[in-house]
Every structure is written in C-alpha cells, then in structure tokens.
C-alpha cells in the first residue's frame, strides 16, 4: 500500500543551523512522484519540488536541497542556514502513476521551528 | 501566491448545517481536487474533477459532495454538519489532472462547526 512516513514530527534548531527533514515512502508502482509542500503559519499550501522516480539526480534551489534514494525509499529535505522565515510545517507527498489519476499521499507532516 | 482561490476563508456554523465551499482553479487548469485537513486525520485526498467529471473519489463521506461547473470552478458542499467535520479544506488544481501534474493549493477554507 502506499504510505509516506514523515517520523520527525517536531523540529527545533537556531538560525544558521543546517536541518534535514526527513521523508520515507512506500509505493508497489514502479512510476512514481514525490512532492514536497510547505505550510507557514498563515495555513496555506505551498509547493516546493516534484521528483520522478526515474529521475534520482539531487537537487539544489538556493537554501533548500533535495536527496531521492529509491534504495532506501528516501526523500529528504535539507534547509542550509535555516532562517526563522522558514518555520513552518513540510509535508512530503506521494503520487503513484498507476493510478491513473492525481491523488496526493500525505505524510504527518514535520514542524519546523527556527528560533533567533 | 498559487494562482487558486477559495472563498469564504473562514466559516462558522452550527451542528445540522449545510454549507458550501467554492473553488477557482489556477487559469489555464483543467483539474480541481478537494481535500481535508483536520488535526486527527493529516491531510486527506478527498475528489478530483477534471473539466467538469468526476476523476477520482477518495475518503468523502456520503454527506459532502462536489461538483466543478462549466467554467471549471468547483464547489464542496458539506451536509448535516457535525463537530468533526471542523476542519481546514483545500482546493487544489493542476493542468490535466494525471499523476505527472503538480497541484498548485489554494488558501484554504477553515470550517468551525459548533
């Protein structure tokens, strides 16, 4: 069955520190996709990155990096020099491909406090 | 800014209630999804249209229901209110509705029900 564990439910760190957010899914699909989403305290959905599974290159937009490892079923998610803009709650998604259709699978969610 | 509206932002209603969600997909967008965001239950898939059908059904309960208009607005209709049914509801849209597609969220309606 597809599952997204986001086991990390709480986050605490110090601006400047570096944090990794981690993300585990379970998929029988062999064509997936991978989501990451933010959720400041204003309460809407923003969206940051979409992977295919085919596609195991890493990926880096500024601040923000992104490490997929179909071995260990991974999609982790590294904030550099974390600042207080970026607490909020992250969410990793799942997309199966067999499905046909666009259901997003959501994990718990992980809270990410930066404090001054 | 995802380009997707929802209105009203927040709603306050009673137990027994009926109330309705409305939806305006990002321009360009042919597919609206709904979800529930509710503290117990995380974030759940809920319907999806595309271009006015019915793609997909998810967790709904018999007492929502859905529909996209012609002009590819949705509305989420919620019956017979109850204190669970509190919640904040997303509306999402994507391009063709298909798993490659990214969905882009609206701000969300939060739903009170006293």
């Known amino acids: 069955a597809q599952k997204v564990t986001q086991a990390q439910t709480e986050i605490s760190v110090v601006e400047k520190e570096d944090v990794t957010l981690d993300c585990v899914y379970e998929?029988?699909?062999?064509?997936?996709?991978l989501f990451w989403y933010k959720q400041p305290p204003s309460g809407e959905l923003v969206f940051l990155i979409r992977r295919n599974s085919f596609d195991e290159q890493n990926e880096i937009s500024g601040r923000y990096s992104w490490n997929f490892q179909k071995s260990t079923s991974s999609f982790n998610f590294t904030i550099t020099a974390s600042q207080v803009v970026d607490s909020a709650v992250y969410f990793c998604?799942?997309?199966?491909?067999?499905?046909?259709?666009?259901?997003?699978?959501f994990g718990a969610g992980t809270r990410l406090a930066v404090h001054p | 800014d995802s380009g997707v509206t929802q209105t009203p932002k927040h709603l306050i209603t009673a137990t027994g209630q009926r109330v309705t969600l409305r939806c305006s997909p990002r321009s360009g967008d042919l597919s609206v999804y709904w979800y529930q965001q509710s503290l117990d239950q995380g974030l759940q898939f809920l319907i999806q249209?595309?271009?006015?059908?019915?793609?997909a059904k998810g967790n709904i309960l018999e007492r929502f229901s859905a529909q996209q208009f012609p002009d590819l607005h949705s509305e989420l209709n919620l019956s017979s209110l109850e204190l669970g049914d509190s919640a904040l509801y997303f509306c999402a849209s994507s391009l063709v509705g298909v798993p490659t597609d990214t969905q882009y969220f609206g701000p969300g309606t939060r739903l009170t029900v006293l």
């Open positions: 998929t029988r699909d062999t064509t997936y996709y």
């Open positions: 998604a799942l997309s199966e491909s067999r499905l046909g259709y666009n259901k997003l699978i």
């Open positions: 249209y595309y271009n006015g059908e019915e793609r």
